[in-house]
């Protein structure tokens, strides 16, 4: 069974503050996705990447995978009260894995102004 | 281009009934999958569709099951309800250009409460 760590559970900041979200696993992925969901809403998808040790920026987030495709990390730089929201990171593992991707327990982001 | 649509956003039930969730993909996408979201367990993929076959599953009991149709919507059908059962309901669209890239794309979700 393919499992992902999502650390930290919660996290709350100032806005200003940067912040770093990890996603580990013992197990290897062909991509690994990020989401972020809000209260009521299904997770949207914020970035995917496929190659080991790909870095991918999206305005002040940035996202690494790992060079052995088993992790992965979010970095928010100067949190706004905007970014608060559920973030997931979810692998797929490629091959006959139709539709199914394997999500981490999620980390509760809160931004105070 | 429209998102996905779940219908209908809330039910409440009772143990033992049975109920039926709906799900339209984004226009052009084919395949369908299906989560279940819980604040204990997160987010657990229950099955997934493409072209009205179901080409994989997860660990679910039998009482989950669903179809798809002709125009790709789907629906699932959860029978003999249980109180474990109350959670937010994902349906999620894809238009499945290679399983290592899998995008999808989410619904609002269908939150159902057994009482």
């Known amino acids: 069974t393919q499992l992902l760590e999502q650390s930290p559970q919660f996290l709350s900041i100032q806005e200003g503050e940067n912040l770093t979200v990890y996603c580990n696993s013992s197990?290897?992925?062909?991509?690994l996705q990020w989401y972020r969901q809000e209260p009521g809403e299904g997770p949207v998808l914020l970035v995917t990447v496929v190659t080991g040790g790909e870095v991918k920026k999206l305005k002040r987030l940035t996202f690494q995978f790992g060079d052995a495709r088993k992790d992965s990390s979010l970095h928010i730089t100067a949190a706004q009260t905007g970014d608060t929201g559920l973030y997931l990171c979810a692998g797929a593992s490629g091959g006959t894995s139709y539709g199914k991707l394997t999500f981490g327990q999620g980390t509760i982001l809160t931004v105070h102004p | 281009k429209a998102g996905v649509t779940q219908t209908p956003r809330y039910l409440i039930k009772t143990r033992g009934q049975q109920v039926t969730l709906s799900c339209s993909p984004i226009?052009?996408?084919?395949?369908v999958s299906w989560y279940q979201q819980t604040p204990g367990q997160g987010l657990q993929f229950l099955f997934e569709?493409?072209?009205?076959?179901?080409?994989n599953k997860g660990n679910f009991p039998g009482r989950f099951s669903g179809r798809q149709f002709s125009n790709s919507r789907s629906e699932m059908n959860v029978s003999t309800l249980e109180l474990g059962d109350s959670a937010l309901y994902l349906c999620?669209?894809?238009?499945?250009?290679?399983?290592?890239?899998?995008?999808?794309?989410f619904g609002s979700g269908t939150q159902l409460s057994v009482l």
């Open positions: 569709y493409f072209s009205e076959t179901q080409r």
């Open positions: 999620a669209s894809s238009a499945y250009r290679a399983v290592s890239n899998e995008k999808l794309f």
């Open positions: 226009s052009g996408h084919r395949s």
């Open positions: 197990s290897v992925f062909s991509s």
